[in-house]
C-alpha cells in the first residue's frame, strides 16, 4: 500500500499514537467531511495526548507516592475537618509550588493526612511537575545507607532537584541527632529554591520541644514560609 512507507517513518520518529490516529482515520468513512487541516490537527492531538499521558505515567512512578489513588476532586473540604474550600482550591492551584513556599499538613492519626499529602502531589505531576514522596523513617533510612555507600551527596542533590518534596510522617519518634541533621541538609538545601510538602502528628509549635530540626533559626525560617493546615 502507498500508505505503508509513511506509516513506517511516523513509527520511526517514534509518532506512534499519530501514526495509530491516521491509520483510524484510514477506517473511518466520516473523515472525509473534514478539511486536511482539521484532520491533521486530530493526529497533532492525538500525539499530543499520548506524549502528555506518558510523561504523567513517568512522574507519578518516580514521585512513588503513597496512595497512587488519591486525588484533589475528591478530598472533602468541610470547615469541621479544618479544611475551608477556599484553602482547598488554592492548595490544588499548585502555585505555590511555583513560589518556593511549604506546606505542613497536622492533625491526630486516621484524619487523613497522607492522603491528602498523596492529592497534592498527583497534581503537581499532573501540571508536569517533578514530585517525590519520602516517609520519614525511609528516608532517614536512605540517607545513612548513603552515608556508607559513599552516594549520600547524589541523593541530597536528587531530592534537592524535586520541584515538590513530600515529606511524610515528620516528627514520628525522636530522631537521632544524626537524623535531624540529615533532615536540616534537606531542608536548608531547599529553602527559597524548592516547595516542600509536610505532614506531621505535631503542630509546628511543638516542634521545638521535640527537637524536630534542631537550629531555632531554621525554624522560624520554616514557619515563616509554610502554610499550616490542621485537620480534624
Known amino acids: 500500500m502507498l500508505n505503508e512507507p509513511t506509516m513506517e517513518k511516523l513509527y520511526e520518529m517514534r509518532l506512534s499514537a499519530m501514526a495509530e490516529a491516521w491509520a483510524a482515520q484510514q477506517k473511518d468513512a466520516t473523515i472525509g467531511a473534514l478539511s486536511f487541516d482539521e484532520r491533521m490537527a486530530l493526529l497533532v492531538d492525538a500525539e499530543h495526548m499520548a506524549r502528555d499521558n ?48 511549604n506546606v505542613l499538613i497536622t492533625g491526630a492519626t486516621g484524619v487523613g493526612k497522607s492522603y491528602l499529602a498523596s492529592a497534592l502531589g ?65 531542608l536548608e538545601d531547599r529553602y527559597g529554591r524548592r516547595a516542600t510538602l509536610m505532614t506531621s502528628q505535631l503542630p509546628l509549635d511543638h516542634w521545638q520541644r521535640s527537637s524536630v530540626i534542631p537550629p531555632s533559626e531554621t525554624r522560624s525560617s520554616i514557619a515563616s514560609s509554610t502554610t499550616r493546615t490542621d485537620l480534624r
Request: hydrophobic residues 45%; positive net charge; proline residues 3%.
Open 54 to 101: 506518558r510523561r504523567l505515567r513517568r512522574l507519578l512512578k518516580d514521585a512513588d507516592l503513597r496512595i497512587a489513588s488519591a486525588c484533589m476532586e475528591d478530598v472533602k473540604a468541610s470547615p469541621a475537618r479544618g479544611l475551608e474550600k477556599a484553602m482547598v482550591r488554592q492548595l490544588g492551584s499548585c502555585s505555590w509550588i511555583g513560589e518556593h513556599l
Open 122 to 186: 498527583q497534581a503537581a505531576c499532573r501540571k508536569g511537575m517533578r514530585v517525590l514522596y519520602r516517609r520519614m523513617p525511609r528516608l532517614f533510612d536512605e540517607l545513612a545507607l548513603a552515608r556508607v555507600d559513599g552516594s549520600y551527596a547524589r541523593v541530597l542533590a536528587r531530592l534537592a532537584k524535586a520541584e515538590l518534596l513530600v515529606l511524610d510522617d515528620l516528627g514520628l519518634g525522636t530522631p537521632t541527632e544524626s537524623q535531624r541533621n540529615d533532615l536540616l541538609e534537606v
